[in-house]
């Protein structure tokens, strides 16, 4: 009864309720007290009176504390006079994390002053997104960023990815945050989370103008993320610009590794004519490959991309190769996924027909 009367508001019920001893601190079937329910809704006189009468601040539920759920629902007074009413203000708990981080995901920019203010712990974990920057990262709350790492906020913090706040905001395609987070000492060859570092992520999602940022300010152009690199990357998405920049910053044009083998092998498999062309004039390999798909060419004849396998028999690829997931010849495995015209082509280059 008292837990309905505060959620709706009902300030004269609730005086009652608390005048007559009713415990203030009592769960509901949905396991909600009193001052949960006024906290979420903002209803300050009760908060008030709730406190006056003994009510517990710290007290929480499925969703979090009586000042996270203030907080989240931007109760900029509720959070105040829970704050003075003996509220931990960096609890964590439930699906709000901690109250920085419920403001923060929110974007409310006075709340955040506010917490702050009342030495809401910064780098305090907690929330999906691992910390209040990580929140306010992933949402595009760029106000709140600034805010958070003029008060301290680590620029190399982890989400509940595993993923560094850097890695966050290339993979949202926020590029002002991400200059920011590296201007403000974010580490561009950390290696988190399962795309590694920032500049393969970057590179795989066709973002040119940090990849270019990424290299400037130090990045491994070679650094590897599951074998893989962030040339491996841009060939296999298709980024011909972000190829070649990565091939003119010195990138390994014959690095094995990964899924995918070698860049080569990568942009072959996909279909990528031009990448192939480029990577083949800065020198790579056409028979050099490994993993699932074999070589060059192997992988070019099972994703029937004809046109790539032309062009590599042209400059000498091994028509008689034997290797990939199926240890069989790029004729075999043309064969087995019925493309004609491969089959043909690569008879006429003298695959063996055993």
Not at 93 to 120: C, F, K, P, W
Not at 248 to 270: C, W
Not at 281 to 310: F, I, M, T
Request: glycine share 12%; proline share 1%; charged share 20%.
């Amino acid at each position: 009864m008292l837990q309905q009367a505060s959620f709706e508001g009902l300030t004269d019920v609730v005086r009652i309720l608390v005048e007559n001893g009713t415990d203030v601190n009592a769960r509901d079937g949905y396991d909600t007290t009193a001052l949960l329910a006024a906290s979420a809704h903002g209803h300050e006189e009760i908060i008030s009176l709730l406190l006056d009468h003994g009510a517990d601040a710290n007290l929480r539920d499925h969703q979090g504390t009586a000042l996270q759920l203030a907080a989240y629902f931007g109760h900029k007074q509720s959070a105040r006079l829970l704050i003075h009413g003996g509220a931990n203000i960096n609890a964590e708990a439930g699906r709000y994390g901690t109250t920085l981080y419920a403001a923060s995901i929110q974007g409310n920019e006075e709340m955040v002053h506010l917490l702050l203010e009342n030495d809401a712990a910064v780098n305090e974990k907690g929330g999906q997104y691992g910390t209040a920057l990580g929140a306010a990262v992933y949402r595009g709350h760029n106000e709140i960023l600034y805010i958070l790492i003029q008060h301290g906020a680590d620029v190399n913090a982890k989400d509940g990815q595993r993923r560094t706040v850097l890695q966050a905001a290339i993979t949202k395609g926020n590029e002002a945050i991400s200059r920011l987070l590296i201007e403000r000492g974010a580490d561009v060859n950390a290696k988190a989370g399962r795309d590694g570092t920032a500049l393969y992520i970057a590179s795989q999602r066709g973002r040119y103008e940090l990849v270019q940022h990424l290299l400037e300010r130090g990045a491994d152009v070679n650094g590897k993320s599951g074998g893989d690199t962030a040339l491996h990357a841009a060939s296999r998405a298709g980024h011909e610009d972000i190829v070649r920049l990565l091939l003119e910053h010195g990138a390994d044009v014959n690095s094995r590794g990964g899924g995918h083998g070698t860049a080569l092998q990568a942009a072959s498999g996909a279909g990528h004519e031009d990448i192939v062309r480029l990577l083949i004039e800065h020198g790579a390999d056409v028979n050099v490959g490994g993993r699932a798909l074999g070589s060059p060419l192997w992988a070019a004849s099972y994703w029937g991309r004809k046109e790539v396998v032309k062009l590599l028999l042209e400059h000498g690829a091994d028509v008689n190769f034997v290797g990939g997931f199926l240890n069989c010849t790029p004729l075999q495995t043309a064969s087995s996924r019925g493309h004609k015209d491969i089959v043909q082509l690569l008879i006429q280059h003298g695959a063996i027909r055993e």
